[in-house]
Each structure stands twice: as C-alpha cells, then as structure tokens.
T-cell receptor, first 114, second 111 residues
Framework: GAGVSQSPSNKVTEKGKDVELRCDPISGHTALYWYRQSLGQGLEFLIYFQGNSAPDKSGLPSDRFSAERTGGSVSTLTIQRTQQEDSAVYLC????????????FGPGTRLTVL | QKEVEQNSGPLSVPEGAIASLNCTYSDRGSQSFFWYRQYSGKSPELIMSIYSNGDKEDGRFTAQLNKASQYVSLLIRDSQPSDSATYLCASLYSSASKIIFGSGTRLSIRP
C-alpha cells in the first residue's frame, strides 16, 4: 500500500523567499506530524494535527512557520521569509487515531536556503 | 524542558558482537519509549517499542527499560554490517501527544 509521500524531495531557495512543503499521509490516518531534522541532529517536533481538533503548534520555532491540513488529509508546511538556519530535512509522519507510538515517516523534503 | 539524551557516537562494533546503545530521559512522566533506525539519507523507521520495566526481545534486538533510573537501552546481538545506521531513542509523555527524540547514536559495524 502507499506510504506517506512528501514533495518536493529537494528544495533550494534564496534567503527571504517563502516555501511550501507538502505531505500526503497514509490513507485513513487521522494524525499527522511535522518534524525538522538538521544535519547530524535528532528530530525536532514542529506541529501535530489530529482529526478536526485544533493542531498542537507548540514546536513551531517562529511565526514564520505555519501549517495547515485540508480535509483531514494533505498538509502543507509554509515557511515565510526563509533564513539559512531553516535549512534542514523536513519530515512528515502519520499514524492512526490514538497510535502516536506507531508513526510512519515520509521520505522528507531537503530544504536548502542559500 | 523535556529531554532525551544519547551519546552521538560513533560507536564501532565488530561484526558478530553485541552492540549496546543507551539513552536517558529527563521527565518521569514518560510512559512509552521507542527505538528508531535511520539509514543515511533515509527517514526513521520504528524497530522497537517498550512500555514497562524490564526487557523486551524481538529477534536480534532487545530493548531494556529502567524507569527508576530513567534509562533505556537497545542491544543488538550478532551485529551485521546492515545494522550500521543512526539509532534514535524517543519517548512519549503521558500528557502529551508528541514524541520527543534524542539526537541519535551513530553505529558502525566493522567486518
């Protein structure tokens, strides 16, 4: 079956530009997570969506970061006025309701801000 | 600040030996613990979950949890070159809906 997909796989942008990263979760998974992984580091939690509930945005590092999830499926992570420190791999994961312990990760989007 | 700490390594182990990976966590409210394996350039994959004190075995992998010491470990028996990867320790807090990850330990199995 189809896993979590993310697009683009790679994104190179110039400092100050806005970028949008997309995540398609596994069909039927109600929970969706965004993480950021800088080079040689662990995963940094960014935001969590569960069904129609208000998202947990506690991990977003600044107000330049936002995310939405339309129709309970596809999610878009937007970074406005990108900075060089935003360069990282952005990973999306999804899970079934109540199964935070079993998350399936997408392949990630590698963002490079020049 | 809830944290999960790991030695970054690299940890080098000869093929066929036991690899021991360790992790400590700061919040006693943590209920569930996980080990993820991440190959270079790939996304993490869950290999072990553990929820209660003691050992949990799955094939060549054994996860160990000691809540009193706030310590989690992963043992890999009969290490293979294909086990060379970064291993991420993670915990889930009972009052939270998100997993906190450590920075990972890089494991290298030498032939």
């Amino acid at each position: 079956g189809a896993g979590v997909s993310q697009s683009p796989s790679n994104k190179v942008t110039e400092k100050g530009k806005d970028v949008e990263l997309r995540c398609d979760p596994i069909s039927g998974h109600t929970a969706l997570y965004w993480y950021r992984q800088s080079l040689g580091q662990g995963l940094e939690f960014l935001i969590y969506f569960q069904g129609n509930s208000a998202p947990d945005k506690s991990g977003l590092p600044s107000d330049r970061f936002s995310a939405e999830r339309t129709g309970g499926s596809v999610s878009t992570l937007t970074i406005q006025r990108t900075q060089q420190e935003d360069s990282a791999v952005y990973l999306c994961a999804s899970s079934q309701t109540g199964r935070t312990d079993t998350q399936y990760f997408g392949p990630g989007t590698r963002l490079t801000v020049l | 600040q809830k944290e999960v700490e790991q030695n970054s390594g690299p940890l080098s182990v000869p093929e066929g030996a036991i690899a021991s990976l360790n992790c400590t966590y700061s919040d006693r409210g943590s209920q569930s613990f996980f080990w993820y394996r991440q190959y270079s350039g790939k996304s993490p994959e869950l290999i072990m979950s553990i929820y209660s004190n003691g050992d949990k075995e799955d094939g060549r992998f054994t996860a160990q949890l000691n809540k009193a010491s706030q310590y989690v470990s992963l043992l890999i028996r009969d290490s293979q070159p294909s086990d060379s990867a970064t291993y991420l320790c993670a915990s889930l807090y009972s009052s939270a809906s998100k997993i906190i990850f450590g920075s990972g330990t890089r494991l290298s199995i030498r032939p």
